[in-house]
């Protein structure tokens, strides 16, 4: 049976400061006695304002408070002294003769820690005081560790964001709110150009928040960053992250996250939307939300292979697009009630008395909240309406040596099973990096190619008729025709061709031509002229290259293209 050494235990020393805090001489005299015999150096209050004021003097390891006492009573007394003691835990007991079991119950719910009652038995007194130093030790030590952890969090986040920040993206075209509920933020944004200046934004929220929420971040910046400025779809990317992920993450840990490609060469916006709140599009000349665009994958990293259910739909003049993390809804106030989404739009709507509609939902936010514990991460990301304004990418942003000086050619040739699973751009413009072509000039040849190549996969082999984009309904449809029509794709086959004559002239020939039955350039061109989502592609290649031909039956052209560096 074990036995308690009492003895032996209270032979131990105690050692510290005791303030003793009692409005009657005697009862400080007689308490003080017993704490100097056991060990402790003692400081004496005659109220609580003056005990309050000691406690912020002098280091204090232990307070014996009376309750009843003029200028300051004990429970007003103990709850400053506790509201003060941030740093390190200093027991407060209360030394009463009171027995009513209200005043006992107000003793503890003021911040007191125990309750000695008189006359003091010295070995009680002892044994509390030493039980009381045991408790301070695993708070300083609990304290320590701590401050250790959030030091070393402190300096991850920095190296984190250090890897994760990039100062050639294209954040600066974007509004970005990121509150985060710990040091690390589970929510990401990146933003980056594709060579012909569009613009990839993603809205990742990892499973909870902290640093392991943050882990998988730099993995998906690095993956999207590259692939973008290579020219990599948006579907391609999100297959990349999301193997990634897979392999990374352990199991019940994933990336929701919401992506957009705003191409400014086409007027679209392309979106996936896996586990997130709903993707908002709101036009201020209609003043009204025009699109909502609702989850409908599972987010990344769950699953080796996913379904990505990408929709492409215009980008009008006056949208702005809101992309929200699930933190902004479920926001909680102090009596727990969820912000919602019914608030979340009448925050939208009040946009017009706010800069922007970041703003507007902060200042909801703020209101609803009242300062209520923030338990998960707070990010929104707004789109502005980029239409209305030039393209902000700034031509000297990538370096860029000189040409390398020789003709050189390149060529590739995909038939229909290629054309269902590999995208080319991305390959051309690693091989034009490789030959030391201007950024400027690779960008341009990234949207003469992918202009050329999208019109020769889209019309030549799957048939698509661009009439059908006479709408933003029809708009829609065309994007939903080519998805399925490219998932069935049994046959046909495209051919790209790039000679550089490394001559004065410095000047690329672009051949692309496809497998498909041609067309007639000239009474396409007159019809896309009078449609509104229509035959930009090929209008746009005309106004940047020296020339454009097709051949007789439409299904090759050439177009000639000039260096400007």
């Known amino acids: 049976m074990f036995e308690v050494d009492t003895l032996s235990f209270l032979n131990k020393a105690v050692k510290g400061t005791a303030l003793v805090v009692d409005d ?262 209609q003043q009204s939300i025009r699109e909502r665009l609702r989850s409908e994958s599972i987010p990344l990293g769950i699953q080796n292979e996913v379904e990505l259910n990408l929709k492409t739909l215009p980008w009008l003049p006056y949208d702005h697009v809101v992309l929200l993390s699930d933190g902004v809804t479920e926001a909680l106030s102090v009596s727990g009630e969820m912000f919602g989404e019914q608030r979340l739009i009448n925050a939208i709507a009040d946009k017009a008395s706010h800069p922007s509609f970041i703003a507007s939902i902060q200042h909801a936010l703020e209101g609803f909240c009242e300062g209520a514990e923030q338990l998960d991460d707070i990010s929104m990301v707004e789109v502005p309406d980029l239409l209305n304004r030039p393209n902000q990418q700034a031509d000297d942003t990538y370096n860029a040596g000189p040409l390398a000086a020789g003709q050189w050619s390149w060529q590739l040739e995909l038939d229909a099973t290629s054309l269902k699973k590999f995208t080319p751009i991305p390959l051309l413009m690693t091989t034009l990096q490789e030959l030391s072509v201007h950024q400027t000039d690779r960008n341009i040849l990234f949207t003469v190619v992918s202009e050329l190549f999208n019109n020769a996969f889209e019309h030549g082999v799957l048939g698509l008729d661009s009439a059908i984009k006479t709408s933003a309904s029809g708009f829609e449809e065309y994007y939903r025709q080519r998805k399925r029509r490219a998932k069935k794709l049994t046959e046909g086959s495209v051919s790209i061709a790039i000679e550089f004559d490394g001559k004065q002239t410095r000047q690329f020939t672009i051949q692309v031509a496809d497998s498909g039955n041609g067309f007639e350039a000239s009474q396409v061109a007159e019809k896309s002229a009078e449609q509104q989502y229509s035959g930009r592609g090929l209008r746009l290649v005309e106004s940047l290259c020296e020339s454009m031909t097709f051949n007789p039956q439409g299904n090759c052209v050439a177009a000639v293209y000039r260096c400007q560096h």
């Not at 308490?31 to 400081?43: E, T």
């Not at 407060?92 to 003091?120: M, R, S």
């Not at 705003?262 to 939307?273: A, G, I, P, R, Y």
């Open 24 to 285: 009657t001489r005697i009862n400080r005299l007689l308490l003080g006695k017993i704490l100097s015999d056991i060990g402790y150096q003692v400081v004496f209050a005659e109220h609580g304002r003056e005990a309050v004021e000691l406690f912020q003097q002098q280091d204090i390891d232990i307070v014996f408070m009376d309750v009843l006492m003029p200028v300051m009573d004990g429970y007003q007394a103990t709850a400053e002294i506790k509201r003060l003691s941030t740093q390190k835990f200093t027991p407060v007991l209360f030394v009463t003769a009171q027995n009513e079991v209200d005043a006992l119950v107000k003793c503890i719910a003021c911040g007191g820690d125990d309750i000695l009652f008189k006359p003091v038995h010295q070995a009680v007194l002892k044994a509390k005081a030493l039980g009381f130093e045991r408790t301070r030790a695993i708070y300083n030590e609990i304290s320590r560790l701590h401050n250790q952890l959030r030091e070393e969090e402190e300096l991850a986040e920095r190296v984190f964001s250090s890897a994760v920040a990039n100062s050639h993206c294209a954040d600066q075209e974007l509004l970005v709110s990121l509150d985060s509920a710990s040091t690390f933020s589970g929510d990401v944004v990146f933003a980056e150009y594709r060579p012909n200046g569009d613009i990839h934004v993603l809205l990742g929220d990892f499973t909870g928040h902290g640093l392991r929420a943050a882990i998988g971040a730099m993995p998906v910046a690095d993956i999207f960053r590259g692939m973008t400025r290579k020219g990599y779809t948006g579907e391609a990317i999100l297959r990349q992250i999301n193997r990634r992920l897979h392999r990374l993450l352990p199991t019940g840990m994933f990336m929701a996250g919401i992506f957009v490609e705003l191409s400014l060469q086409q007027k679209s916006l392309t979106v996936w939307n896996g586990g997130m709140p709903e993707l908002l599009v709101y036009n201020t000349q």
